[in-house]
């Protein structure tokens, strides 16, 4: 395969940063439909609108929810765009007024941030407006989200997007009928913290995202990550179903819950959950905050150490990891994943 | 008309830990002496919106409540048994309640029904209840000072059994009132009663030039069907525009300076013009001769631009908000960043992207144990107010706060600082169009977009132009909305790069009528219609329409073509727009209310018309001399001191509550290395994703040196931020032709009254004296490095009084700096890297204790002021830079407060490392050496085969100082003498628990019951 390499080399000078959007289309009765803006890089939209059918294509799709104060969504696409996905950066309202459909793509993304200001707890208006908001057709976006994952495809939320799939009752959805069944509240410290911990994945875990990777580092940066889970059973069945994919660990390894190597005081020490069938993962961490070496707050010392040390940071192997999932299925599958199209 | 009140409750359900309570029983008992029992804590929704029965039920156990965690109580307010006393918070009509407004946009989503989310119609309130009962005005006390602000707050306190609910409830009826307000025929006294009565902060002079100026134009005014006096409105677009925060009347004034000692005298014809713009146009001619024309917009928007490359420019602000963080610490921290983040994204044609925040504070000693002034909040407060403010006001904009400073000295306990930057990124065309530009063309229409308006923040212009005393206004006081901010911002974005806007500009200071005042500038006038403004509630006058200063709004101007377009997007993204109006070009702003004219004013004479003023500054040298120390220090025990000093020591808990890294972008952040404890220099932020170039962002602050000479001062801050970035691995500007390598410096000036008088001000003209030699240790330094300011701002009043007592901040200088980095991979950060590297100092050392942290320990100022060698500064940086480019250096930190000791200590503490190193011999005392504070000075450490190369290319500018060992041991010896001798894990144990992580309190997780 030729690969373009992801970090152009210093003698390559930068790509232009095109920054411009589509055009927005406005009809005889004043109604706009804004046509969604695709990312090309960081944070920089292309003018390209957005395909309003599905199409087969060749890059694995990746969509990438944002707007009322989510705010993670930029490093989310790169992190894509590096793993060879494509990324598509929507305005939630672009979604919930049926301009945008997700199941034109493969995976749908939560990002982190404060939506709404997440003033009534982490991810909760937001996990409301998903379960109750409906379209002119009476459908909620948790219906289509249903569907989506019902289709085999692929739902993940980091940081606020995994709160938000918690009190949406996505994760870890044992019961199948999507309701709460554990909660994300204030860390035990009381306090909001950015600071770097360790992971490590439940060798159990049947979650695609996860696979071959055993510990990672990462950054936290959140006041409302600590994973309550109600009931023995539920506690029980979480653990035994594996799906407490990832656990804070201390400079050992060993899953702890202590301070600061656990920073928030979770349950089962749990970092990230995952659905019944993989196919719907959240996490605290962020993952997409971990692209380069350069993230890391010991990158300088460790690159003395070894010069040849790989600039790729833990996270991306994550993306990596589903994006080639994707690949693998597409080529296996005998005929091309049906495509709900959003009727109308 | 209104609907039935409901109420919901949510409460932890038993067995859940209730940090919040727990927390307030501590923190009243440890700050107010108060034992409160256990307590629990509630939160309370008033809906007034009419639901039924089942829907207020099922609206709060779906939407409301965490099945996990909350119980729910409808309509009344449930308690655990044994409970004695309770305090409700809720908030004063008008103050931004975005917990209750995300509430009702999740009420709107439940019923499916499209609830106008800028009108308010559920209120969020907290109710305490305390296991002790308590006295009214301990319950009062602790409301106040522990649980709520009584600016912001309105609280219900008293027996269990007497629950009281308040639910802010606005003013009733437009009030469509425009005064006239006599002027004419006014005598100096009326005018100045006049202007102190109605918070004008106008002098004389300036009322009698407003006087004149309405008296001869009585006819025409006549003529035109106006009154001949001015309207309340035309009065206060007067005070905001012509307000120091506006217009720079003491950086603008004529000064005439004396130098008492030498008998010299000389005129300054405006700071400003002088030591800045002109400072500005001799480096921009430098640099544009050297083939470098990157500096793209200076001065003349609300942030400086520079090229960072053919695409994109980079933009560059820092402003102050002392004055409200003073009388409310969050509000007025929040607001600041908010209104700071506002400035990059409405210059020119507006939408940059946010890269970045830092934030440099100054506070009194959080520790200060004295007896209050009336209305002055306590230092540690202040502190854990702006902390606060800071954190949401960063962390929900989605902007990393990659570095910044905490600066203590009992002089800000008075008026903290409180400085907010924020760098961007614009592309440098926008829909075709050069992205710095400022277009408008009569009949543009006026939009106004974001939140709305209501009496908060009437006078802030004005009232920040004023020293604070204990009467201060509450209406001075604002809370920023992150989330209202985020929405505009995203929206911004979208408008600009699909063409729909023809420039915009920030509402800050002095809300509609600074912002249309400065915008109809371009075009020559306006027609502002006030009844299309929307109001947060009824009740507002025109002019306080007007003058508000609600957070979160932007004034657009937009093409009439492109307006359905844009009103469509607003929608579509939910952010509120409105048509207010229009520009025009027949030089007058026309402020109206449902056709009746509220203000008609000539905008030359609001632009133009204020008088100059004339200032006195005398300098003399202050008397100071070296102390005499005893002659035995333990050098161990004091570099211990010093690094558990307020100024020295780590701010780690404050930083970790800050977002350093959203965006993924952080290269170099405040914390570094494997202990995640290594303090830096400079932080490092890369653009983008596709390439590696970034930019360096440092901050040079130093108020104690300006005790002893205020240009020594200034120098010493300008160089502070230079060598930080050089630290890292920046480079100069302007060291090769065409080499694009920008820097953008923004200064912020926050002095005393500095304007004499024989009463109030008697000590007014050296101070001014200072403000006169800082500035011209500014303008020396950007020729000596060809480094160009881009933007700035000065606080002229940073003074507070109360019971007859004067609290005044020391002149203080920051200068925010940026500079391109080419690739953020070769930076260098400043812990040690690996065993038997070897350490060199680079750069001499003086005699320069003056002022230093050290003498600080002992109490003592001392008179050695350090001063900056410019000559020998720039060729040191020249030479790091090729250091750096050969990848010479493997860990470089500069030498700040504490000196050479200090920075030897700090760079330990990234791994674990020690250093053995040996002092040179000479005529500099160990003390000295140790720890003098000169200026432009690094310890950095080269890998053993660099270290020919290495001491080949700086020759007499490197010193070497020993190893790094791998023992974790600091050893410091001079002359066969260990004059330190430390395990570095001890020091940095010291450095951790110093006194502001004591204070903020470490993380950690808090025992369950």
Redesign the interface.
């Given at each position: 395969m030729n690969e373009k390499p992801l970090f152009p080399d210093l003698n390559v000078p930068p790509q232009p940063q095109r920054d411009e959007t589509g055009p927005a289309h406005t009809n005889a009765d004043g109604t706009v439909t804004v046509l969604g803006y695709k990312s090309i890089d960081g944070g920089h939209e292309s003018s390209e609108p957005l395909q309003g059918n599905y199409q087969p294509k060749q890059k694995v799709q990746a969509l990438i929810l944002t707007g009322f104060g989510i705010n993670c969504e930029e490093e989310y696409a790169a992190a894509y765009r590096m793993a060879g996905a494509e990324a598509t950066i929507v305005h939630l309202n672009q979604v919930l007024h049926g301009h945008v459909s997700i199941h034109d793509y493969d995976i749908l993304n939560f990002p982190g941030g404060f939506s709404f200001g997440d003033d009534l707890g982490s991810g909760v208006v937001l996990a409301n407006k998903l379960r109750y908001r409906k379209n002119a057709e009476g459908r909620t976006l948790l219906d289509d989200i249903r569907e989506f994952v019902a289709n085999g495809k692929f739902v993940m939320g980091i940081c606020n997007g995994f709160q938000v799939l918690v009190k949406l009752g996505l994760l870890p959805n044992l019961s199948g009928n999507v309701t709460p069944e554990v909660t994300l509240t204030h860390n035990a410290s009381g306090r909001y913290e950015d600071r770097w911990v360790r992971l490590k994945v439940n060798p159990e875990s049947n979650s695609p995202f996860l696979k071959g990777i055993d510990t990672m580092e990462v950054p936290v940066r959140h006041g409302e990550g600590r994973l309550i889970i109600k009931g023995e059973e539920t506690l029980a069945e979480i653990e035994v179903r594996a799906l407490n994919c990832l656990a804070y660990t201390d400079f050992d390894g060993s899953p702890t819950d202590v301070y600061p190597h656990n920073p928030n005081g979770a349950d089962l020490n749990c970092a990230g959950l995952t659905d019944t069938t993989g196919q719907v993962f959240g996490l605290m961490p962020h993952p997409e905050a971990f692209l380069s070496l350069y993230n890391h707050p010991d990158w300088a010392r460790r690159k003395r150490q070894n010069p040849h040390l790989s600039e790729e940071g833990d996270g991306l192997k994550l993306f990596r990891n589903i994006v080639e999932h994707v690949q693998s299925q597409r080529q296996t599958a005998v005929t091309p994943q049906e495509a709900r199209q959003f009727s109308s | 008309m209104e609907s039935t009140q409901r109420t919901i409750q949510l409460l932890l359900k038993p067995g859940q830990?209730d940090?919040?309570g727990q927390?307030i029983a501590e923190a009243a008992q440890r700050h107010l002496g108060l034992h409160t029992g256990r307590v629990q804590s509630t939160a309370l929704y008033t809906v007034r919106y009419p639901v039924t029965d089942e829907q207020l039920r099922d609206f709060a156990t779906?939407?409301?409540q965490?099945?996990?965690?909350h119980d729910v109580a409808l309509d009344e307010f449930r308690h655990d048994p044994g409970y004695k006393s309770y305090i409700l918070v809720a908030k004063l009509p008008g103050v931004t309640d975005?917990?209750g407004?995300?509430?009702q946009?999740?009420l709107g989503?439940?019923l499916?029904q499209p609830l106008d989310t800028h009108t308010q119609h559920i209120f969020?309130k907290r109710l305490y209840f305390l296991e002790h009962e308590l006295p009214e005005s301990s319950l009062r006390r602790l409301a106040e000072e522990l649980l709520g602000n009584k600016m912001i707050n309105r609280f219900e306190t008293g027996p269990i059994t007497l629950i009281r609910d308040y639910t802010p409830r606005p003013g009733g009826g437009a009030e469509s009132i425009t005064d006239t307000v006599r002027l004419l025929g006014l005598s100096d006294e009326e005018l100045i009663k006049l202007s102190k009565d109605n918070l004008y902060a106008l002098n004389l002079e300036e009322m009698r030039a407003v006087r004149d100026h309405y008296t001869s134009i009585a006819a025409e005014r006549q003529a035109a069907g106006l009154p001949q006096d001015p309207t309340d409105c035309e009065l206060e677009i007067i005070a905001q525009t012509w307000s120091e925060h506006c217009k720079h009347k003491e950086f603008s004034a004529l000064i005439k300076y004396k130098d008492a000692d030498t008998g010299e005298t000389f005129e300054v014809d405006s700071l400003f013009k002088t030591y800045i713009k002109d400072a500005t146009s001799e480096v921009d001619r430098q640099l544009r001769a050297n083939g470098n024309d990157w500096l793209i917009k200076v001065f003349s928007d609300n942030a400086g631009a520079v090229r960072i490359?053919?695409?994109?420019l980079f933009v560059w602000k820092v402003e102050t908000h002392n004055s409200p963080s003073a009388i409310d610490p969050y509000g007025g921290a929040i607001t600041g960043i908010l209104g700071n983040n506002r400035d990059p994204l409405a210059t020119g044609i507006g939408g940059a992207?946010l890269l970045f925040n830092t934030n440099v504070l100054c506070f009194g000693n959080p520790e200060f144990s004295g007896t209050l002034l009336s209305n002055q909040l306590h230092p540690r407060r202040i502190f854990e107010g702006v902390r606060k403010g800071i954190?949401d006001g960063g962390?929900?904009?989605?902007v990393p706060t990659v570095n910044g400073a905490i600066v203590f000295d009992d002089r800000y306990a008075g008026k903290p600082l409180v400085y907010c930057g924020t760098g961007a990124v614009m592309?440098m065309q926008?829909?075709g169009l050069d992205s710095w530009e400022k277009k408008i063309d009569a009949q543009d229409r006026i939009i106004m977009a974001g939140g709305r308006v209501g009496k908060d923040g009437i006078h802030g212009a004005t009232f920040s132009s004023i020293e604070l005393d204990e009467t201060s206004p509450a209406t001075a006081v604002q809370i920023g909305?992150?989330?209202t901010q985020?929405?505009a911002m995203?929206f911004l974005i979208?408008a600009t790069?699909?063409g729909l806007i023809k420039c915009s500009t920030d509402n800050g200071a002095g809300g509609l009528s600074s912002s249309i005042g400065e915008l109809a500038t371009i075009s020559g006038g306006a027609v502002v219609e006030l009844e299309k403004v929307p109001l947060k509630y009824p009740g507002l006058r025109p002019w306080e329409i007007f003058v508000s200063e609600s957070q979160e709004r932007f004034s657009l101007a937009v093409e009439p073509a492109k307006l359905?377009?844009l009103l469509?997007?607003g929608?579509?993204?939910?952010v509120e727009l409105t048509d207010i109006g229009y520009f025009t070009s027949d030089g007058f702003l026309d402020v109206r209310f449902d056709g009746e004219s509220v203000a008609h004013l000539n905008m030359h004479f609001l632009h133009e018309g204020v008088p100059r003023k004339v200032l006195e500054a005398e300098w003399s040298i202050p008397q100071a001399q070296e102390p005499a120390l005893p002659t035995d220090l333990d050098y161990t025990d004091v570099l211990s001191r010093l690094l558990g000093s307020l100024n020295i020591c780590s701010r780690e808990s404050v930083?970790?509550?800050?977002?350093?890294?959203?965006?993924?972008?952080?290269?170099i952040?405040p914390?570094?290395?494997?202990t995640?404890q290594a303090p830096q220099d400079a932080a490092v932020v890369?653009f983008?994703?596709?390439?590696?170039?970034g930019v360096a962002v440092s901050n040079g602050i130093l108020p104690r040196f300006g005790d002893l000479d205020a240009y020594h001062m200034s120098a010493g801050a300008f160089d502070e931020a230079v060598r930080q970035i050089v630290a890292v691995g920046g480079k100069l500007p302007n060291l090769s032709y065409g080499d694009g390598n920008f820097w953008s410096v923004n200064d912020n000036f926050c002095v005393p009254d500095s304007v004499y008088d024989p009463i109030g001000n008697p000590d007014g003209k050296q101070k001014l004296a200072k403000l006169v030699r800082m500035c011209q240790a500014l303008r020396d330094a950007t020729a000596a490095y060809c480094i160009p300011l881009t933007s700035g701002k000065d606080s002229m009043k940073n003074d507070f009084k109360a019971d007859g007592v004067k609290i005044s901040v020391p002149p203080t200088v920051l200068y925010s700096m940026t500079a391109k980095i080419?690739?953020?991979?070769r930076?260098?950060?400043s812990?040690f890297?690996?065993a038997d590297d070897v350490v060199y100092l680079l750069g001499e050392t003086y005699d320069e204790l003056g002022g230093s942290e050290f003498y600080q320990l002992f109490n003592e100022l001392g008179a050695n002021v350090p001063q900056v060698r410019f000559e020998e500064a720039k060729a040191l940086y020249t030479l790091m830079g090729q250091a750096n480019d050969q990848g010479l250096i493997?860990?470089c930190h500069d030498l700040s407060d504490g000196g050479l000791a200090v920075a030897l200590a700090e760079a330990t503490f990234?791994?674990g490392f020690g250093a053995d190193v040996e002092l040179p011999a000479g005529d500099l005392s160990v003390t000295a050496q140790l720890f003098s504070e000169s200026h432009s000075r690094f310890v950095a450490t080269v890998a053993p085969e660099d270290v020919v190369a290495f001491e080949q290319h700086f020759g007499a500018r490197a010193t070497r100082l020993g190893r790094v060992t791998p023992d974790g041991q600091l050893t410091v010896r001079h002359g066969g003498q260990t004059v330190v001798s430390a395990s570095t894990a001890a020091l940095r144990h010291e450095w951790t628990n110093g006194p502001v992580n004591r204070i903020i309190g470490f993380?950690?997780?808090?025992a369950?019951h």
């Open positions: - | 830990h940090g919040e927390r779906h939407c409301l965490d099945p996990v965690l975005d917990e407004i995300s509430a946009n999740a989503d439940f499916n969020s490359n053919p695409e994109s992207r954190e962390n929900k904009s989605g592309p926008l829909a909305s992150p989330i985020k929405l995203d979208l790069r699909r359905d377009e469509a997007l929608q579509e993204m939910e930083i970790r509550q800050y977002d350093h890294e959203v965006k993924g972008r952080t290269i952040k914390l570094m290395g494997a995640g890369r983008n994703f596709e390439s590696w170039e080419e690739d953020v991979r930076t260098i950060t812990d890297k690996q493997q860990s990234g791994y993380g950690q997780h808090e369950a």
